[in-house]
């Protein structure tokens, strides 16, 4: 898979994702995309787009273990003024399963740290 591949899937869903990651703030936040919609950006048999994404202070914190399409989404992040402005001064966690399910959780820096959660990680097993 290259590099870039997923930038316009993720520029077309930043407004949403702006939204709830200023909504992180008071919880868990989730929305679904379209796996029609990621098998026409990736059309590889039985791909799996599961990702982690730990962000402190703007800055990727995991940068060695994100796929593709999470390197993408923190590509199209940072280079959103609008996010990152918010992403300055915090801890956020931006994960994705098997399910399609997008997750972002945000904490201030000096808050209780984030843990990540089990579920959402390249280690996922399916059924």
Known sequence: MSEGKFITLWTKYLPIIRILLKNSLSGEKQTSLGKMEL???????????????????????????????????????????????????????????RSSMLTLKSSFVGESEIIPSDENTNSETQP
């Open 39 to 97: 098998r026409s950006v990736d059309n590889r048999k039985n791909a799996n787009y599961s990702f982690a994404l730990e962000i402190k202070n703007g800055k990727v914190q995991n940068r060695i273990m994100i796929a593709d399409i999470g390197k993408d989404l923190y590509t199209v992040l940072s280079n959103d003024s609008i996010a990152v402005d918010f992403m300055k001064d915090k801890i956020i966690l931006i994960s994705m399963g």
